[in-house]
Every structure is written in structure tokens, then in C-alpha cells.
């Protein structure tokens, strides 16, 4: 069964360095997005990606974020200067339209580790 | 503000029991609900969904209920079986691809043998 795949599984940085977040979402699936859950909070939505384009994106997801599809089977996370409340777990998900409906499919996720 | 609540933190079930996980909502464009199933250090796992056209979708043990006048929405998991424990998701979406799923907090739920 096709799924969602994320690298690395876990990730130390320190504050104010630069990481990136890779995801390989289910290949025939159109819409990507990226999650965010900080520990011991609920899962909250960061960015959709739509056509090599930003669909929506939530207040989380400032300048300090950026989102890209370099290739045809990529979807990467950039966040250009970490800082120590962005650690936390970073899922993808990847979705397609099936009569009409959406469902959205779950990376296992990237815990992210900011000292 | 909380858009999709779940007011359960944790519930605990017998094993071939009835569990029963209850979500409410506030945005009435919501058009779209799901179930997801999360194991410690892991994604969320899509379980079952229901569109606000219909009250209730079923799928094996799964059944989900949708009141849209009450803004409410429950799963049922019958019998429930140990390997049903796992922390449990309510998500809203508007009916537009491509948008953001609101979770709630999630519950979780302990099945015992």
C-alpha cells in the first residue's frame, strides 16, 4: 500500500540554524501539506501546496518558513532560522480528489529537536 | 479559539465493549469530518470520514455519526479490541480541496482484555 515517507525521523539543531524537512508523498496525489505538533498540544495545520503553488497557510507559518516541490516526487519544509519553539513533530500529508472527496494521508513524521 | 473540541481526554473501554468518542464542532462551513488513529511517535492514521451531506458512515467496526444541527460528531468502534488503544482524532474541513484539517486535542483510549 502506497504511503507517505519522511526524512529524517528526528533532527537536532541548533537555534538559529538553518533545517530542512523532506517528505515523499503517495505518488499519484496532488495536494501536500505539512502539520506541526508540539508536545503535548494537537495537531495544527501549517501550509497546503497546491500546482507549485501555496494554497493556504495558517498563521504559523511565517517567513521564517518556506515550502517547495523541487522535483516530481519531493516536498520539502525549509526553516531558514530555527528557534527553540519550533521543536516539535512535523507531519506530511499528501491527498487526492476521489469522487469529490479529499482524504488527507500521513507521513510518520519528523521529530525536530531545537537547542 | 477551538474550532473542533473534544472534552474527553481519555476513556476506558472493556474489551468487546462499545467505545464511543465524541467531537464537537463550531464552524458551521465544516463540510467535511474525519477520524484519525495516532500511535505514540507516529502519524495519524486516517480511520473513517463522513460528509455533512449524510448522518452516519459505516466501515467494519467503525461508525461514524454526524448531527449537523447539534455541531457534533461521534465514532463508535464496536466490539472494541485491545489494539484499538491509541489516541484518537476528531478533524473538520471546509469543502474545498487542498484546505487545512482542524484537529481537536484528541481522546485517549484504553482498551482492556
Excluded at chain 1, 10 to 38: A, D
Excluded at chain 2, 56 to 78: C, M, P, Q, Y
Excluded at chain 2, 91 to 106: C, N, P, R, S, V
Aim: glycine share 6%; with cysteine.
Amino acid at each position: 500500500e502506497p504511503e507517505v515517507t519522511q526524512t529524517p525521523s528526528h533532527q537536532v539543531t541548533q537555534m538559529g540554524q538553518e533545517v530542512i524537512l523532506r517528505c515523499v508523498p503517495i505518488s499519484n496525489h496532488l495536494y501536500f501539506y505539512w502539520y506541526r505538533q508540539i508536545l503535548g498540544q494537537k495537531v495544527e495545520f501549517l501550509v497546503s501546496f497546491y500546482n507549485n503553488e501555496i494554497s493556504e497557510k495558517s498563521e504559523i507559518f511565517d517567513d521564517q518558513f518556506s515550502v517547495e516541490r523541487p522535483d516530481g516526487s519531493n516536498f520539502t519544509l525549509k526553516i531558514r532560522s530555527t528557534k527553540l519553539e519550533d521543536s516539535a513533530m512535523y507531519f506530511c500529508a499528501s491527498s487526492s480528489l476521489v469522487q469529490f472527496q479529499e482524504t488527507q494521508y500521513f507521513g510518520p513524521g519528523t521529530r525536530l529537536l531545537v537547542l | 479559539d477551538q474550532q473542533v473540541k473534544q472534552n474527553s481526554p481519555s476513556l476506558s473501554v472493556q474489551e468487546g465493549r462499545i467505545s464511543i468518542l465524541n467531537c464537537d464542532y463550531t464552524n458551521s462551513m465544516f463540510d467535511y469530518f474525519l477520524w484519525y488513529k495516532k500511535y505514540p511517535a507516529e502519524g495519524p492514521t486516517f480511520l473513517i470520514s463522513i460528509s455533512s451531506i449524510k448522518d452516519k458512515n459505516e466501515d467494519g467496526r467503525f461508525t461514524v455519526f454526524l448531527n449537523k444541527s447539534a455541531k457534533h460528531l461521534s465514532l463508535h468502534i464496536v466490539p472494541s479490541q485491545p489494539g484499538d488503544s491509541a489516541v484518537y482524532f476528531c478533524a473538520a474541513q471546509k469543502d474545498q480541496a487542498g484546505t487545512a484539517l482542524i484537529f481537536g486535542k484528541g481522546t485517549t483510549l484504553s482498551v482492556s482484555s
